[in-house]
């Protein structure tokens, strides 16, 4: 993270330069900029990424959501601007999510250290608004924000589960897609199977908010810095019944029910939790992210 602030630090100054450089925003120069039409462009950026479930975070110290959990998104996407202050458009996005834990079971001596990779073909649908002053209307630096909903394809899923004893011994469990291993650092036979579907849902359903501002670094190119919030409202998790073939019996299919009955992702409720009423309903968990993207537009009309 620090090398990508050095570099979008960098950056940023080099658009400075190049704004003053390349444009002559006197009286006497070129200054009929556009502010209408179409506009095409690349954006992406780096944010921290969780998910969002009422239990996780309230749970003990068996399981603490790391909420720095940092990863990046790119693509492309288009703005029509119709007014000179509002504008709609659409952005195609390769996006990379997931979330990441620790946690200590106290009772039964066990560290977790767990990972989820999300990646989503993300497609947002915008409304962008952006300051304009008519007394001064080809000013290079602009405010801008945009909001909207979003669509998002589950493209590619994998958890990694990691449970450590006080001896050093530990066993992982992996889901990629419907992948699944059950490995051992005793060494020992791994464990091998295939599920019959996700464990998280394929399609993610929510909305955006991002505030900023837009440079324009020459006549018809515009180059934005937005800090920007992409939260989920429905449930990425697969919480039906799943089946599962081990590689060791082919011939017959067992119930898999990763969230059916947890105290907390990843961990069963034990004797306290039943003794102070623990009811297994575990409730929605949802996206979330929070970060910085960058975008370079061109208009491409005049």
Same mark, same amino acid.
Request: proline share 4%; charged share 20%.
């Given at each position: 993270?620090?090398?990508?602030?050095?570099?979008?630090?960098?950056?940023?100054?080099? &658009?400075?330069?190049? %704004?003053?450089?390349?444009?002559?925003?006197?009286?006497?120069?070129?200054?009929? %900029?556009?502010?209408?039409?179409?506009?095409?462009?690349?954006?992406? $950026? $780096?944010?921290?990424?969780?998910?969002?479930?009422?239990?996780?975070?309230?749970?003990?110290?068996?399981?603490?959501?790391?909420?720095?959990?940092?990863?990046?998104?790119?693509?492309?996407?288009?703005?029509?601007?119709?007014?000179?202050?509002?504008? &709609?458009?659409?952005?195609? *996005?390769?996006?990379?999510?997931?979330?990441?834990?620790?946690?200590?079971?106290?009772?039964? $001596?066990?560290?977790?250290?767990?990972?989820?990779?999300?990646?989503?073909?993300?497609?947002?649908?915008?409304?962008?608004?952006?300051?304009?002053?008519?007394?001064?209307?080809?000013?290079?630096?602009?405010?801008?924000?945009?909001?909207?909903?979003?669509?998002?394809?589950?493209?590619?899923?994998?958890?990694?589960?990691?449970?450590?004893?006080? /001896?050093?011994?530990?066993?992982?469990?992996?889901?990629?897609?419907?992948?699944?291993?059950?490995?051992?650092?005793? $060494?020992? /036979?791994?464990?091998?199977?295939?599920?019959?579907?996700?464990?998280?849902?394929?399609?993610?359903?929510?909305?955006?908010?991002? *505030?900023? /501002?837009?440079?324009? *670094?020459?006549?018809?190119? %515009?180059?934005?810095?937005?800090?920007?919030?992409?939260?989920?409202?429905?449930? %990425?998790?697969?919480?039906?019944?799943?089946?599962?073939?081990?590689?060791?019996?082919?011939?017959?299919?067992?119930?898999?029910?990763?969230?059916?009955?947890?105290?907390?992702?990843?961990?069963?409720?034990?004797?306290?939790?039943?003794?102070?009423?623990?009811?297994?309903?575990?409730?929605?968990?949802?996206?979330?992210?929070?970060?910085?993207?960058?975008?370079?537009?061109?208009?491409?009309?005049?």
């Amino acid at each position: 993270m620090k090398t990508f602030t050095t570099l979008l630090a960098g950056l940023c100054c080099f &658009i400075s330069l190049q %704004v003053h450089a390349q444009y002559d925003y006197t009286p006497t120069g070129r200054n009929d %900029v556009p502010v209408l039409g179409m506009q095409w462009g690349i954006t992406g $950026g $780096g944010f921290t990424s969780m998910l969002n479930n009422r239990d996780d975070l309230n749970a003990d110290q068996r399981l603490d959501p790391q909420m720095m959990n940092f990863t990046y998104a790119g693509g492309i996407e288009w703005i029509y601007w119709f007014q000179k202050t509002i504008g &709609i458009g659409m952005q195609g *996005l390769y996006w990379k999510g997931g979330a990441a834990y620790t946690g200590k079971d106290t009772i039964s $001596g066990l560290t977790l250290n767990a990972k989820t990779d999300m990646t989503y073909l993300k497609f947002p649908v915008l409304f962008h608004f952006k300051s304009y002053n008519r007394y001064y209307p080809d000013r290079r630096t602009r405010f801008s924000a945009f909001f909207g909903p979003y669509i998002a394809l589950l493209a590619m899923s994998s958890d990694q589960e990691k449970l450590t004893n006080s /001896a050093g011994q530990s066993t992982t469990y992996t889901i990629d897609n419907q992948n699944y291993e059950q490995a051992f650092s005793t $060494g020992g /036979a791994t464990v091998k199977g295939k599920l019959n579907g996700g464990i998280y849902n394929p399609v993610d359903l929510g909305f955006i908010v991002g *505030l900023g /501002a837009e440079v324009r *670094l020459w006549r018809r190119t %515009v180059v934005g810095l937005h800090l920007r919030s992409d939260i989920g409202i429905s449930n %990425v998790e697969h919480t039906k019944g799943l089946k599962i073939t081990y590689d060791s019996d082919p011939n017959k299919e067992y119930d898999f029910s990763p969230w059916n009955g947890m105290y907390a992702k990843y961990n069963m409720p034990n004797a306290t939790d039943y003794a102070k009423g623990f009811v297994a309903n575990r409730p929605p968990t949802k996206n979330m992210s929070a970060g910085i993207f960058l975008t370079i537009r061109k208009y491409m009309a005049y």
